[in-house]
């Protein structure tokens, strides 16, 4: 089949054009969001409209969901299949999540439960995966000087949310809300493997939080997004996710020699080493293998599914430390291909116990990667993709 691969610059979207390609598909790329960051919807539905009307093809694909190419592909009548890799994706809740046209397949089943029923026969769950190949090329073909370079004890790649948490734009709360929300963070930040926010916020607590948070962020079309789920996942979500990542590195790097890959401001963290960017294909995998622990701090707002982070680690045969998540299991043996810790004193614990268990911890990841070869790549996800969006 020929497809149209509509990109924004995903850190997956190499890989998954690999696979594609190794299935025997033909992709035509449209890269023009990568280059101009300002382009509009309006703008994009023109140059998308031109390219079908000039090479017409079987179906569009993107990471994450893109209303405009949803009205697109329904004029067209053409199906538009995409994967998310994020979450929140606030652009779900778009009513265009409705037409008969999307093949929407969500990594984590929370979002799946959560908007199934707008479209119940075309949007499914569907884990995300790694191009192990492509790892494992680059981690051979790297010299000593590369190796020693990005070896470590201890080491974590990705934000902090510092600098971007939309919470923090809260201006003067009452003692009341301040004590109540912090209160619903303290303990959701300690719960692993379920998401209590926003069962626990009344519509109340919803109205004060939005006085209190200038431009309170709101779908800019009809769509189907409240906003408890709104404040629940995109505002105290990110916010609890740095809370955790600050606590857990905190507490680390009091002990050992941790390594920090970020953009983020790392100042109120003088113990840990911050290493600035890891670039994607070429140092991240190595990173990922020469660490003795990687460390994965799964965000808040990812209520159930397993992320990018954890599929790519293992794809570089790397060992795995990580928080639980409800689809851990489902995907992996627990304790046998990589470790979960169950709170910051059991994390602590667990990443002195490897780190003093070499042996384990190799046979560890390990297995992890060959569970990664046989079940979690590309090629075995997208032939999955295809036969359900095409049944």
């Given at each position: 089949?020929?497809?149209?691969?509509?990109?924004?610059?995903?850190?997956?979207?190499?890989?998954?054009?690999?696979?594609?390609?190794e299935?025997?598909?033909?992709?035509?790329?449209?890269?023009?969001?990568?280059?101009n960051?300002?382009?509009?919807?309006?703008?994009?539905?023109?140059?998308?409209?031109?390219?079908?009307?000039?090479?017409?093809?079987?179906?569009?694909?993107?990471?994450?969901?893109?209303?405009?190419?949803?009205?697109?592909?329904?004029?067209?009548?053409?199906?538009?299949?995409?994967?998310?890799?994020?979450?929140p994706?606030?652009e779900?809740?778009?009513?265009?999540?409705?037409?008969?046209?999307?093949?929407?397949f969500?990594?984590?089943?929370?979002?799946?439960?959560?908007?199934?029923?707008?479209?119940?026969k075309?949007?499914?769950?569907?884990?995300?995966?790694?191009?192990?190949?492509?790892?494992?090329?680059?981690?051979?073909?790297?010299?000593?000087?590369?190796?020693?370079?990005?070896?470590?004890?201890?080491?974590f790649?990705?934000?902090?949310?510092?600098?971007?948490c939309?919470?923090?734009?809260?201006?003067?709360?009452?003692?009341?809300?301040?004590?109540?929300?912090?209160?619903?963070?303290?303990?959701?930040?300690?719960?692993y493997g379920?998401?209590?926010?926003?069962?626990?916020?009344?519509?109340e607590?919803?109205?004060?939080?939005?006085?209190?948070?200038?431009?309170?962020f709101?779908?800019?079309?009809a769509?189907?997004?409240?906003?408890?789920?709104?404040m629940a996942?995109?505002?105290?979500?990110?916010?609890?996710?740095?809370m955790?990542?600050?606590?857990?590195?905190?507490?680390?790097s009091?002990?050992?020699?941790?390594?920090?890959?970020?953009?983020?401001?790392?100042?109120?963290?003088?113990?840990?080493?911050?290493?600035?960017?890891?670039?994607?294909?070429?140092?991240?995998?190595?990173?990922?293998?020469?660490?003795k622990?990687?460390?994965?701090?799964?965000?808040?707002?990812?209520?159930?599914?397993?992320?990018?982070?954890?599929?790519?680690i293992?794809?570089?045969?790397?060992?795995?430390?990580?928080?639980?998540?409800?689809?851990l299991?489902?995907?992996?043996?627990?304790?046998?291909?990589?470790?979960?810790?169950?709170?910051?004193?059991?994390?602590?614990?667990?990443?002195?116990?490897?780190?003093?268990?070499?042996?384990?911890?190799?046979?560890?990841?390990?297995?992890?990667?060959?569970?990664?070869?046989?079940?979690?790549?590309?090629?075995?996800?997208?032939?999955k993709m295809?036969?359900?969006?095409?049944?």
């Open positions: 089949m020929k497809l149209l691969f509509y990109r924004y610059g995903s850190i997956c979207e190499p890989d998954i054009i690999n696979g594609f390609q299935l025997g598909h033909t992709i035509l790329q449209m890269t023009e969001e990568i280059t960051k300002t382009l509009d919807p309006q703008e994009a539905v023109k140059i998308v409209s031109q390219k079908l009307f000039e090479q017409p093809v079987d179906f569009v694909f993107s990471m994450n969901f893109y209303p405009f190419l949803s009205e697109v592909c329904n004029i067209f009548q053409i199906p538009y299949l995409c994967w998310t890799v994020d979450s994706v606030m779900l809740f778009a009513t265009s999540i409705s037409h008969p046209w999307n093949r929407i969500l990594f984590d089943r929370a979002q799946y439960d959560e908007i199934h029923s707008y479209n119940p075309h949007i499914f769950h569907l884990p995300l995966a790694v191009n192990v190949e492509q790892k494992q090329k680059t981690i051979q073909a790297s010299s000593d000087k590369l190796i020693h370079k990005f070896s470590s004890d201890i080491s790649v990705g934000s902090l949310y510092t600098e971007k939309p919470y923090d734009k809260l201006s003067k709360p009452s003692e009341y809300l301040s004590g109540y929300l912090n209160g619903l963070m303290e303990a959701q930040v300690r719960i379920g998401f209590i926010i926003e069962d626990l916020l009344t519509d607590i919803v109205q004060e939080f939005k006085a209190h948070l200038p431009d309170f709101s779908y800019p079309s769509s189907y997004l409240t906003d408890k789920k709104t996942q995109f505002y105290m979500g990110s916010k609890i996710s740095s955790e990542r600050l606590r857990a590195l905190k507490l680390l009091n002990h050992f020699s941790v390594d920090l890959y970020t953009a983020s401001d790392t100042s109120c963290l003088p113990c840990v080493n911050n290493r600035g960017l890891a670039k994607t294909l070429e140092e991240m995998p190595l990173i990922f293998h020469n660490s622990i990687n460390l994965n701090f799964t965000s808040k707002s990812i209520r159930s599914g397993v992320p990018l982070r954890i599929f790519d293992l794809g570089c045969k790397g060992f795995a430390l990580t928080n639980f998540q409800l689809e299991p489902e995907l992996f043996a627990l304790g046998e291909d990589l470790v979960c810790y169950e709170n910051m004193e059991d994390l602590l614990y667990k990443t002195d116990y490897f780190l003093r268990h070499e042996a384990e911890r190799r046979q560890i990841a390990e297995n992890g990667f060959q569970t990664i070869k046989k079940y979690h790549t590309y090629p075995i996800r997208l032939e295809l036969h359900l969006a095409f049944l």
